[in-house]
């Protein structure tokens, strides 16, 4: 890439939309994985109790349904940001790369 | 001796050596040996990532871990599965956007390519080298047990094939390799998860109930148990596993064997899916075995100790499921799990010498395709050679205590300095190399002072420092050096190297100017 071919695919309105919308999306994520893992690993750490709490009266305890969640919400995450990414951002990045084609 | 388990091992054995042939006649340039042409599916390379992490280690210790303690064997399991959405919001794509085989193209993209190769191609070679003893010691005693051979056998045995797959196959056998006993061990474990539920008629609350009416320990094997009780431990155990991840070289090359970034990010859903699903399948077999194998006097020894140490109870909950084939069968793939896994620790270790040093730093990206190759395979057998060596060396260490230290050496090597280089504009040469430096010494200083190192292994009466995980000091002191040493330089290189990052930016975005799959 030439310095001016830099220029001028970094000030195109496209790409700068891709970079906010990219941003936002894998901000958006990240922060829920880390709040959803970090406040598991908080809550083993200050109140471990909470989660030996029977579920329904049973034995079955809140925390192995914590877990469970934690594993189904990590894949439900995932498919998000494929979805988006394959829906949205490819067709955006497609356009990007066609626009600034050299 | 265990025929069916020798048996089914051999039939392994011949069949991926058949895969290595087949790899062979298609591996002609270095793209094909280093990412096998960059020509993998999403869904092949999800399966060979969810293979890299679902060892014999944690197939074996993570069952072993819920026999023992129950619910503490989760918070193991899910500090390692949360790792891998934070890798695809935040490198994966872009690692393949910006590299062609190793991390340090994508470190070195910018900066100058001797210092940043060198300290890159050092930090990939320690963690694969102490990754490759951990496995190793882990291998030899359970061939031994499994098996009946001796351990010298079983190190030299696991070192002959490994060079013997990298070094004719490159990544490609390697990678299939890796497919073929992954689906194998997740198809081993649904059986003998599914065989479990049925045992307790389908009914999870069932399960959970008799396991903790049969448990020492009682109800309490359903909730947190001083695993993780320090809050400062907690964190950094969490920290360590999930970044350490991000800085496994043998996964961070993975990254390249597919052809484009929506490749990449496919990659990683998959594999998201398949370890979720493995160790959703680990809480089964681990809570199933405190009654099936946990009760059962002969799995038992004269004092009551389980046969063969707290590592066999998959093994031995296989035969409770389904007789000597299948207990025949599991042996045959963790054994299989291991030599997939040592495969791809020595490959990404033999490119770290081939690629980094060889071809761009000593021939200065002057070598010729063949000549990469050539040094590759000779760095190969060398770290083959290596590793039996220290496998024996190292023989009656805790492995634990290894994985523990090649993860938290992994995310304070590593992965700072890859995450600087791709977000942030100032990292800089002397930044990058000394966030590299600062990251390594820490995390090896603050281990050997920790209880794991200072009061286990020598012996003292009080730990210098307090905390077993070093990741949360570690990976700070890297990020830290890394800022400090790169806003001090005034060089005009530095100032060179900030104006670069726009052209890697737009590159790492959109994928312009990327390396495409090899044309075959």
């Known amino acids: 890439m030439t310095p001016s071919h830099i220029e001028s695919i970094s000030n195109h309105p496209d790409f700068q939309q891709l970079v906010r919308r990219k941003r936002r999306l894998n901000g958006s994520l990240t922060a829920a994985m880390l709040v959803i893992y970090y406040g598991f690993v908080l809550l083993v750490a200050f109140s471990p109790s909470t989660l030996g709490q029977s579920l329904s009266g049973g034995v079955t305890s809140v925390g192995m349904l914590v877990g469970v969640l934690i594993v189904l919400l990590s894949f439900a995450l995932t498919g998000i940001y494929v979805y988006r990414a394959n829906n949205v951002l490819d067709p955006l990045n497609d356009k990007v790369k066609q626009e600034c084609a050299q | 001796m265990n025929w069916t388990a020798i048996g089914m091992f051999l039939l392994f054995v011949v069949f991926t050596l058949g895969v290595t042939r087949w790899a062979a006649l298609r591996t002609r340039s270095a793209s094909d040996f280093y990412t096998a042409g960059g020509g993998l599916t999403g869904m092949q390379n999800g399966l060979a990532i969810a293979g890299d992490m679902i060892s014999a280690a944690s197939f074996l210790g993570i069952s072993a871990m819920m026999f023992l303690n ?36 994508v470190v070195s993209y910018r900066l100058a390519q001797t210092p940043v190769r060198l300290t890159s191609a050092f930090g990939t070679l320690t963690v694969a080298l102490l990754y490759l003893v951990a496995q190793m010691v882990g291998a030899g005693k359970l061939i031994e047990l499994l098996f009946g051979i001796s351990y010298l056998y079983a190190v030299m045995l696991v070192g002959v094939l490994m060079v013997f797959y990298v070094t004719f196959g490159g990544m490609l056998a390697t990678t299939w390799v890796q497919i073929i006993k992954a689906v194998m061990l997740l198809s081993g474990t649904t059986f003998m998860a599914f065989m479990v539920l049925k045992h307790f008629g389908f009914s999870t609350e069932a399960m959970f109930a008799s396991a903790a009416a049969v448990h020492a320990k009682g109800t309490a094997i359903m909730a947190p148990g001083g695993l993780l009780s320090n809050p400062v431990d907690a964190i950094s155990l969490g920290l360590g596993m999930m970044f350490g991840t991000a800085g496994l070289p043998h996964i961070l090359m993975r990254f390249f064997t597919v052809s484009d970034a929506k490749e990449a990010r496919k990659s990683v859903f998959y594999a998201t899916g398949f370890i979720g699903y493995f160790y959703l399948l680990l809480i089964v077999i681990g809570f199933g075995a405190i009654v099936m194998v946990g009760t059962e006097p002969a799995y038992r020894d004269a004092s009551g100790a389980i046969i063969g140490g707290g590592n066999m109870i998959a093994v031995h909950l296989a035969q409770a499921v389904g007789g000597n084939l299948f207990l025949g069968f599991i042996s045959a793939v963790a054994f299989a799990t291991i030599l997939a896994v040592v495969a791809g620790l020595a490959l990404s270790g033999a490119s770290a010498v081939s690629h980094d040093i060889y071809a761009c730093v000593v021939r200065k990206g002057k070598a010729s395709e063949q000549e990469e190759i050539r040094v590759s395979r000779v760095a190969t057998l060398v770290i083959g050679v290596l590793a039996i060596i220290l496998g024996l060396m190292f023989e009656s260490q805790n492995i634990a205590f290894l994985s523990g230290l090649v993860l938290a050496i992994a995310a304070s090597v590593n992965f700072p300095v890859l995450f600087l280089s791709m977000f942030w504009k100032g990292l800089t040469t002397r ?11 820490s995390a090896v200083i603050l281990l050997v002072l920790s209880p794991v190192v200072w009061v286990n292994v020598l012996h003292h ?32 290189q530095a100032s060179e190297e900030r104006g670069r990052y726009l052209a890697q930016f737009i590159r790492s975005m959109t994928g312009i100017g990327a390396a495409g799959a090899a044309k075959h």
């Open chain 2, 461 to 492: 009466d009080k730990a210098l420092f307090p905390y077993s995980n070093p990741a949360l000091f570690s990976m700070s002191a890297a990020f830290l050096a890394a800022w400090a040493f790169s806003v001090t330089d005034r060089s005009a």
């Open chain 2, 431 to 441: 930044g990058a190399v000394a966030g590299s430096l600062a990251g390594l010494v």
């Open chain 2, 70 to 105: 129950g619910y503490d064997g989760l918070l193991y399991a899910l500090g390692v599965l949360a790792g891998w959405p934070i890798i695809l919001f935040l490198i994966a794509e872009r690692l393949r956007n910006l590299g062609k085989y190793t991390f340090a193209d």
